[in-house]
């Protein structure tokens, strides 16, 4: 092409390219945008690029999102802070489309720019913008612009302070549902930035307008909002506040309520400070933990061990602890699922002898559900529990637990309890394991699926770092080589994993004497995949090992495989050859 | 008390105009008795635990039916004392909150499970009150403008709120309902209709669940043929804002027959909107998602069915842009539908007179398709229209064979080009001289636009 040499347009280009009916080209010259700009420079870029982005916003929701995307860190292609407010228009525009996450993007990119305007930008310009979004006529506008007071409020003069306020508290009280969901769920942010004598008075009454809206959907989000509000009030004031109306949610009649009361609980416990909170905190989270809902009570459970942390012992052994004694026979699987996954954490929390005589009781029964979930959340916190009355107590049940759940006929189930091995080999130290869990590492070997096969292989390697080399000496290798043998190609595939995971751990010696000479032998495998398996496990023993013996056997060894009569076969042992040339050339 | 007694307390000289002046102490008596068995019904039973206050709930729905039946045989106005305490029954019994969905108990059996309808064990009371509910509603003893202060904005706020019930039986009692109280309070018209726009908006925005747009909409289906003509500006913002967009969810195949509907009956009304319809059908087609296109292409059919020539016109280049688009498509009941198209007689029609601007704008897809479609069928049909296109005009068709010839071979040289011009541009962002250029009028050097193949 000869046009090499002739001047080029940036906007004409860029024009053109959008005229593209392939969506495709599209986009992706919306995301060279700011090659066009560093061509154009930032005095055209402000003149004519951006003016073309505001009056070329009628293509595709996806072109859109990338254009408010882009223009979100456009600030250095159009000269710098003191020029971002060019960039607001095209946003402003982009914020009052259908898509909401077009919208979506476009406040993002109008919070980023407006967070680095200085205050007299966002007064002059961008305090306008919002004010235009919340009178807008569709309600997409209105609703964006609720994401953008927190932004706009700090810099603003005190009498535009005041509007602001009033403008969002219109937005609470809004023709339309969509745009009061929008406005109660950036309460919290815009009122993070609200002086605290505002706060008392004009946030707490937009709040409490909203905790009583006519739409359930509406009340949720105002509750959702709650300690987030609370953590913003002076104690007392969230005590004079708040508080009334959290207890009052805890009761309400929804159960979408009362699930999101019992979520954030124990964060307004935080705001409230120790005396509310055993005075009326307590009680409307022990009737949370008692709701009839399952929902409700799983939320519930599964924040025991946060609420009992703000709580002093004794009252969490008065208060709580005959709920969670009830919960760890509650009827739903669920409930008793979120509370062992938290339960363990209540230990240190209670002390050695409160853990002994309350909680341990609990944990075996938890040990003995029927529902694996259980019983594998409980195990996978076991460290927290050992630090506080150690192991010992709880191994007799634990073993049983352990081989239920290694036989389990989900292999998701197998697969999360291998993923714990290491945890409770640790735990339960050398002699536990070598009589009782050994076995089941090696069985697992065997198992009929691939991923829990693969997970076993792992799970060796991390116990022979856990115990040494020389303890995998004697209770890994002579197992785990003897399976070579299996008459089946998958497992024979599963050992070679397993022996080029140990190599590195087991070190050179080792894996010259006992680990190479099986992997050599599985080289007259009749099945060409494990040919193949075993070229590129060699490959990776190649660093381990000395070059000696590289030479003398390892490369003998994928000569020969390299003239294998499967294509797959030759490939691999070339690709190795070729890793043992570069390691020898490197060294 | 039996109902039938209540029914002939008051008969003899009654007069619908004046019921409490003529035998007031009467009259007392029937309003006092049916009061009563209503507030019996205020009370609400638990029926997650089957055989608790089994007597109690037997009592209760025989007081119900037997309201049922005393609405049924009234032969002179409900007294307001009435209507107020029959609609506080009905809000106390109806407006609930529903449970959370059930969690599947095991882990592996969730998906077979899935899409079972929920039955509302409480059903054995609620399917009597919606009966009676219908009965206040459709009786022409319930003076709208005295019950109006009851049947309000909230009440029907709330039985909105109900159309998200799992319980198809429940939405079945409400779509119903909701139809009678459209039709005989007009003052709650305008309510009705904002109010289900607002629950449109939140299903398509706030991308959520909603069990009862079907039934929402077809309740809309008879509202929209009642509409007068010319249709108001608030209507026709109800389709271009509330109706339309209803295309976007990908749980649209649940209720797009009574979507379809919807639209039809406003072209009917008004043919214009069409291309309106069309162009909103092409802002919200489905590009990943296989079943949900050939559903957009049965609509549009059907829209297409009513559409005028100039309406056609106005939309026909993008249409048929996307038509292209689909024909090429390899899942081949896509492309077979949208083949299909042409075996539209009024279709066919509009495209032959069109053909200068339409059959440029698919012939590079048939040929595609006739060069690389896998699906056998595909390539069937697709040379048919082949045909049908040669025979309707042997000119254009070979003007077009050669065209497609020449922008084939241009393709790679237009894309090396963009490449270049890009690499270009890279370079001059990288070594930025100010003031070497000034904005042109017209791009001279731009390169032609020419589709490529997706």
């Known amino acids: ?587 | 008390m039996s109902p039938r007694e209540n029914g002939s307390v008051g008969k003899p000289n009654a007069s619908p105009r004046s019921p409490s002046g003529v035998a007031a102490g009467e009259g007392r008596s029937r309003e006092d008795a049916f009061i009563q068995k209503v507030d019996i019904c205020c009370t609400v039973y638990d029926f997650a635990d089957r055989g608790k206050d089994s007597p109690e709930k037997e009592r209760k729905r025989q007081v119900l039916m037997s309201l049922v039946d005393s609405i049924g045989a009234a032969e002179e106005p409900l007294t307001e004392a009435m209507m107020s305490a029959c609609v506080h029954m009905f809000r106390v019994n109806l407006f609930r909150v529903f449970p959370p969905k059930v969690r599947s108990a095991t882990v592996g059996a969730s998906e077979t499970e899935e899409d079972e309808p929920f039955f509302d064990p409480s059903w054995y009371h609620l399917q009597v009150v919606y009966e009676l509910l219908l009965r206040f509603v459709t009786s022409p003893f319930v003076d709208p403008k005295v019950a109006r202060k009851y049947v309000d904005s909230s009440f029907v706020s709330k039985l909105l709120d109900l159309f998200d019930s799992d319980d198809p039986r429940e939405r079945d009692c409400l779509k119903t309902v909701l139809h009678r109280i459209y039709g005989k309070f007009m003052g709650n018209r305008p309510f009705i209709r904002k109010a289900v726009s607002n629950i449109f908006y939140r299903f398509v925005s706030e991308a959520d669940h909603h069990n009862g747009i079907a039934e929402l909409l077809e309740v809309f289906g008879s509202v929209i043929s009642g509409f007068a003509k010319p249709l108001k500006e608030e209507h026709k913002l109800f389709l271009w804002k509330a109706l339309i967009p209803l295309h976007k969810p990908k749980t649209v195949g649940v209720y797009l027959p009574q979507l379809t509907y919807c639209i039809t009956q406003f072209i009917e009304k008004e043919p214009k909107l069409a291309g309106t319809v069309i162009r909103g059908l092409l802002k919200y087609w489905p590009v990943t998602n296989s079943q949900k296109e050939m559903m957009f292409l049965g609509e549009l059919e059907e829209v297409l069915e009513l559409i005028d020539m100039a309406e056609f016109q106005k939309c026909m280049v993008p249409l048929f842009r996307r038509i292209a688009n689909c024909l090429n498509s390899s899942h081949f009941q896509v492309a077979e539908r949208a083949l299909f198209l042409w075996n539209n007689e009024h279709l066919f029609d509009m495209i032959s007179q069109n053909r200068q601007v339409i059959v440029p704008l698919v012939y590079p897809a048939l040929e595609r398709n006739a060069r690389l479609h896998w699906n056998q069928s595909v390539l069937n049909v697709t040379m048919n229209v082949r045909k049908m296109f040669f025979d309707m005009d042997e000119r254009l068709l070979l003007a077009c064979q050669s065209n497609f010839q020449v922008e084939e071979e241009k393709r790679a040289a237009t894309e090396e080009r963009r490449r270049l011009t890009w690499e270009q541009l890279e370079r001059n962002a990288d070594a930025f001289q100010p003031a070497n250029t000034s904005f042109p009028a017209a791009p001279s050097s731009a390169p032609p636009v020419v589709p490529t193949v997706t």
């Open chain 1, 1 to 587: 092409m000869a046009m090499v040499d002739e001047p080029l347009y940036p906007i004409a280009v860029l024009i053109d390219e959008l005229k593209n009916e392939d969506i495709q080209l599209r986009l992706n010259s919306i995301r060279r945008l700011s090659t066009i700009a560093r061509a154009l420079g930032e005095e055209r870029t402000r003149k004519e690029l951006i003016p073309f982005l505001s009056e070329n916003n009628d293509d595709e929701d996806e072109v859109l999102l990338a254009m408010a995307e882009e223009l979100g860190v456009f600030i250095p292609y159009v000269g710098g802070v003191e020029h971002a407010h060019v960039l607001l228009p095209p946003l402003e525009t982009l914020s009052t489309v259908e898509e909401t996450c077009v919208r979506d993007k476009a406040v993002e990119s109008l919070c980023r720019i407006g967070a680095q305007m200085k205050e007299n930008d966002i007064v002059d310009f961008f305090i306008p913008v919002v004010k235009r979004l919340a009178s807008g006529e569709w309600f997409t506008a209105r609703v964006s612009s609720c994401g953008l007071f927190h932004i706009a409020y700090p810099s603003a003069t005190d009498p535009l302070k005041t509007e602001l306020r009033t403008i969002y508290g219109q937005l609470c009280q809004d023709d339309m549902p969509m745009v009061r969901r929008a406005a109660a769920s950036n309460l919290g942010k815009f009122a993070a930035t609200v002086e605290q004598s505002h706060l008392k008075t004009e946030i707490m009454s937009i709040f409490d307008d909203l905790t009583q809206d006519d739409q359930d959907s509406v009340r949720l989000l105002a509750v959702e909002g709650c300690a987030a509000l609370g953590k913003l009030l002076e104690p007392q004031d969230c005590v004079a506040h708040i508080l009334p109306v959290i207890v009052n949610f805890s009761q309400d009649k929804s159960w979408r309520v009362r699930y999101m009361v019992a979520n954030q609980l124990y964060e307004l416990c935080e705001a409230v400070g120790p005396e509310p909170t055993r005075a009326d905190l307590v009680p409307a989270y022990v009737r949370l933990l008692r709701d009839n809902e399952a929902e409700v009570r799983i939320a519930a459970a599964g924040k025991v061990t946060k609420f009992c942390r703000i709580l002093s012992p004794q009252l969490a052994i008065q208060h709580i602890l005959p709920c969670v004694k009830e919960l760890s026979s509650d009827s739903s699987q669920h409930v008793r699922s979120a509370l062992a996954s938290v339960i363990m954490g209540m230990a240190p929390v209670l002390g050695k002898d409160a853990t002994i005589a309350e909680l341990l009781p609990i944990f075996l029964s938890l040990l003995k559900d029927e529902f694996p979930d259980v019983r594998l959340n409980i195990i996978s916190k076991l460290d927290q529990v050992n630090q506080v009355i150690g192991i010992d107590l709880l191994s007799q049940s634990l073993l049983p637990a352990i081989v239920e759940l290694a036989e389990d006929r989900h292999w998701r189930v197998r697969l999360a309890i291998i993923e714990y091995i290491p945890l409770l080999a640790s735990q339960l130290g050398v002699g536990f394991f070598d009589d009782k869990l050994g076995a089941l590492c090696m069985q697992w070997l065997e198992d009929k699926v691939f991923s829990i096969r693969e997970a076993a292989a792992n799970n060796l390697k991390r116990l022979a770092e856990e115990f040494g080399p020389e303890w995998a000496m004697q209770h890994i290798i002579p197992q785990v080589l003897e399976k070579i043998n299996n008459p089946h190609y998958l497992y024979r595939m599963t050992i070679l994993q397993a022996i080029s995971l140990l190599a590195p751990v087991m070190g050179a010696d080792i894996t010259c004497q006992k680990l190479l000479p099986v992997v050599i032998n599985s080289s007259k495998d009749r099945v060409p995949n494990i040919k193949f398996n075993v070229a590129k496990v060699l490959q990776s023993l190649v660093p381990i090992l000395d070059q000696s013996v590289v030479d003398k056997t390892v490369k003998p060894c994928l000569v020969e495989l390299s003239e294998d009569p499967d294509v797959d076969v030759r490939y691999y042992a070339n690709q190795a050859l070729q890793a043992c040339d570069q390691i020898m050339m490197s060294s």
